[in-house]
């Protein structure tokens, strides 16, 4: 029995330290509702709701891929995802519902947007 006893306040440092570590990957600006998230391992996910990215911008390790995800389809809204600029990656489809992921294996800033909603709805993904 004493050593559970001791073992417990243990047990419980770790849980603490394991949110403390899982909390140190996320990094949000507080001023704007769109925010930055800087990725772990998993893949990151950007919500297209209520007309906007949610985040607008993802940092991610050259190598990792993003999957955006459509939540409008309660107000029947379409959206897709498109590069802007020099640098292309693949558009998607207009849709309301389902996911879409696209992989970066260079390093650099790969800025996107809905082109149905092109002044709400912008956003960036920075890879390095």
Request: one cysteine or more; a positive charge; aromatic letters at 6%.
């Amino acid at each position: 029995m004493t050593l559970r006893v001791r073992a417990l306040p243990v047990l419980a440092l770790l849980g603490v330290a394991g949110v403390i570590a899982a909390a140190d990957g996320l990094s949000t600006a507080a001023a704007s509702p769109r925010h930055s998230v800087r990725a772990a391992a998993a893949t990151p996910v950007v919500a297209l709701k209520n007309i906007q990215f949610h985040p607008s911008t993802v940092h991610i390790k050259v190598g990792q891929s993003v999957t955006w995800k459509w939540e409008d389809a309660d107000i029947e809204t379409a959206h897709n995802v498109t590069s802007i600029g020099h640098t292309k990656f693949k558009s998607s489809t207009t849709k309301q519902a389902g996911t879409y992921t696209v992989r970066f294996n260079t390093a650099g800033t790969y800025k996107f947007e809905c082109t149905i909603h092109p002044l709400s709805m912008q956003g960036k993904v920075v890879v390095g």
